[in-house]
């Protein structure tokens, strides 16, 4: 009877999670996996009950890898997991605010002289509310401003008190300072951030659009010239350093690409017209971090850059997919200095080198054909003589046969005769059509590492050393 309540109770815990909630990952850490193997997904549910969500585990969950080259998906073991597993000092928050021209217009976009109505005012405001409100919090802020020029207000430090003093050194810019160089101060936030260890997370506060300075002036930018940020590669960029982007439109309207830039790294948009709605929006992104679920896996070994992956919650009742960059130079996390990198360049080329000049020994010092026979696992080794080689080839078994028998071998059986020619190099020659590197062939010079394949048998010419 204990049994039948407990599954009742559990039965009804299920159908409310999968009525009221709605799962995402929120991001993807590859950091650690030369360390021990392992990727670490971020996952969030939108519940208020966090006594509710701390009774799940590992067993709640399943995560699955799409095999591209099946096409199918697979199961994926989760080897650890936590809830709000990280602690207040693992999480790193930047924030990212738009002070070009615009910001000094009303919150309606229209041109305001009076500080006190411009939507920098109420932005400073909700800011100075914002470390106010979160004095005990733990994480780690950062500040940085954008237009023209990306400015570093303030380093990470868990100090509100001082980052609310760092808000009295922003300034109103000049005329050529007034663009709003969007995709270059969020390629220049992402490279802050990916230096940190733990959770890691882009809060941009913008008005507008990406507004550059060398599109709309038609002349070089001062310090970034004619370069531009593309937007698929910041994406990758922040995909790859497990970097999630939260975007607060301090206006209006939306801006339909950033809501498509934030959905990508696992975040999402918010507007907010007000002080109020602004810490609100703050206070929800930092509410969803601190209740999300951590599921380490180890991925299957793949040549793809991109892999996606999906986490289900009981038996997929519900879902939600997301695509990672799993590429890391030397497997090594980013936040090591770039001298470090340097070394390990070197170490390895020396040991390239070295290999390249040091004298191994072959395990065949003559010319040979390696058989490969899918009636037998093992390969077989041939040597081939100083004028000619005869050889049966068949599905059971090849072997090099004498003249006589050559020429009385049974219909299931492909001649073959490998020539040693004057200049020491080797011809194939085929009674019928056989296959020599994909390609049908019955006379063919052969170079080493060519495959042959004739009745179902792969064979592999290879040279002695000189």
């Known amino acids: 009877m204990k049994k039948i309540i407990q599954f009742l109770l559990l039965f009804l815990y299920i159908s409310f999670i999968s009525a009221q909630e709605s799962l995402s990952i929120t991001g993807v850490d590859t950091s650690k996996i030369l360390i021990n193997g392992a990727v670490d997904v971020y996952v969030s549910l939108n519940s208020d009950d966090s006594d509710a969500l701390s009774e799940l585990d590992g067993d709640d969950f399943s995560l699955e890898e799409y095999d591209s080259s099946q096409e199918k998906w697979s199961d994926a073991s989760i080897r650890s997991f936590q809830y709000n597993g990280f602690s207040p000092e693992d999480i790193s928050i930047l924030l990212l605010v738009d002070n070009s021209g615009s910001m000094y217009d009303s919150i309606a976009g229209e041109s305001e002289s009076v500080r006190e109505k411009q939507r920098i005012s109420y932005l400073f405001s909700a800011l100075r509310d914002l470390f106010d409100k979160t004095g005990g919090y733990k994480d780690s802020l950062a500040l940085f401003t954008f237009n023209t020029y990306i400015t570093e207000e303030h380093g990470f430090s868990s100090d509100r008190s001082s980052l609310f003093k760092s808000l009295n050194n922003i300034n109103q810019p000049g005329r050529d300072e007034s663009f709003t160089e969007l995709y270059r101060g969020m390629n220049t ?260 590492g060519d495959v042959i394949r004739a009745e179902g048998t792969l064979i592999v010419f290879d040279e002695a050393e000189d």
Do not use: C
């Open 189 to 448: 936030a992402m490279e802050k951030l990916s230096r940190r260890k733990g959770r890691k997370v882009l809060i941009l506060l913008t008005d507008g659009e990406n507004y550059t300075y060398s599109e709309n002036r038609e002349e070089p930018h001062p310090v970034f010239g004619n370069n531009l940020i593309d937007q698929e590669k910041l994406v990758e960029q922040y995909r790859k350093s497990g970097i999630t982007l939260y975007t607060i439109f301090y206006t209006r309207e939306e801006d339909p690409e950033l809501d498509l830039l934030s959905e990508k790294t696992g975040g999402q948009s918010y507007m907010a017209s007000s002080r109020n709605e602004l810490v609100n929006a703050y206070l929800e992104i930092h509410d969803r971090i601190s209740k999300e679920f951590r599921l380490s896996y180890t991925p299957f070994i793949s040549t793809n850059r991109e892999k996606t992956i999906r986490v289900s919650l009981h038996n997929s009742v519900v879902s939600a997919g997301f695509a990672y960059l799993w590429e890391i130079f030397w497997g090594l996390p980013p936040e090591l200095q770039w001298w470090f990198y340097l070394i390990l360049t070197v170490i390895s080329v020396g040991i390239i080198v070295v290999i390249h000049n040091t004298p191994f020994e072959r395990l065949y010092p003559y010319s040979h054909l390696e058989v490969l026979s899918p009636a037998d696992e093992s390969s077989t080794i041939l040597q081939l003589s100083e004028n000619r080689t005869l050889i049966a080839v068949s599905s059971q078994k090849t072997e090099i046969i004498h003249e006589d028998n050559f020429n009385s071998r049974n219909d299931e059986e492909t001649g073959v005769t490998i020539i040693k020619e004057a200049d020491n190099t080797y011809t194939l020659q085929s009674e019928k059509e056989v296959m020599v590197n994909n390609q049908p062939v019955k006379i063919k010079k052969l170079n080493p």
